[in-house]
């Protein structure tokens, strides 16, 4: 599974987009990119994820560049409940091993 | 739906003690898992299941043991705890292989006190 980094921490204006950057430049053409994030100490929570398109739901959109090296999560509206940490993982088509690193610790300011 | 739900919710344990947490899922999903996660670490895969009657190893799978005798249920055993098990255990399932499905969905944690 391909490595991702990511900022340790971020600060955003509530009302502002939250653009969390991810890299995975070791990424293959059979891994998807996932976001989850952990809200204080429960359980993760399922954002998105894409393979190779841009992608939208009711929570965030998935912007992923043309070479998949990269991708960023975009929360359009941050709120004071989007302060956790988020991870972004790749998972490769077949595997059940995929690594949750460190995340970014986002936190939302008023 | 109540979703994924672990018990117990807390637990302190001596060194050498075993116990048994419960992973219970009312969602029909075929797969399940156990995750820990140590401070300022992310989640590690224990053990995982992709269905009834199987079970697998996954990424720190050393000193636990897990069974999926129904296909609602994971348990995840300690036969004789450590301090090193000290952790916050997750179990999560989801409906499709990790790969092919719109996220896992996570219980509330366990938080595991060996001492």
């Known amino acids: 599974d391909a490595k991702t980094t990511q900022p340790t921490s971020m600060d955003c204006a509530e009302g502002r987009a939250a653009n969390l950057p991810c890299n995975h430049s070791?990424?293959?053409?059979?891994?998807?990119v996932y976001w989850y994030r952990q809200i204080h100490s429960q359980g993760p929570q399922y954002i998105i994820h894409?393979?190779?398109n841009n992608e939208t739901n009711e929570m965030a959109s998935l912007i992923i560049t043309e070479d998949r090296k990269s991708s960023t999560l975009i929360l359009p509206h941050a709120t004071l409940r989007d302060t956790a940490v988020y991870y972004c993982?790749?998972?490769?088509?077949?595997?059940?091993?995929?690594?949750f690193g460190t995340g970014t610790r986002l936190k939302v300011l008023a | 739906n109540a979703g994924v739900t672990q018990t117990p919710k807390f637990r302190v344990l001596k060194t050498g003690q075993s116990m048994t947490l419960l992973c219970a899922q009312d969602?029909?999903?075929?797969?399940m898992y156990w995750y820990r996660q140590d401070p300022g670490m992310g989640l590690r895969l224990i053990h995982y299941?992709?269905?009834?009657?199987?079970?697998a190893k996954g990424e720190v799978p050393d000193g636990y043991n897990v069974s999926r005798l129904k296909k609602q249920n994971f348990l995840l055993g300690l036969e004789s705890a450590a301090p090193s098990q000290t952790s916050v255990y997750f179990c999560?399932?989801?409906?499709?292989?990790?790969?092919?499905?719109?996220?896992?969905?996570f219980g509330s944690g366990t938080r595991l006190t060996v001492v």
């Open positions: 999560a399932s989801s409906l499709y292989p990790p790969w092919d499905n719109y996220g896992y969905t």
């Open positions: 070791t990424i293959s053409g059979n891994e998807y």
């Open positions: 894409g393979l190779k």
């Open positions: 993982i790749a998972i490769t088509s077949g595997t059940y091993k995929y690594i």
């Open positions: 969602m029909n999903h075929e797969y």
């Open positions: 299941s992709v269905g009834e009657g199987t079970t």
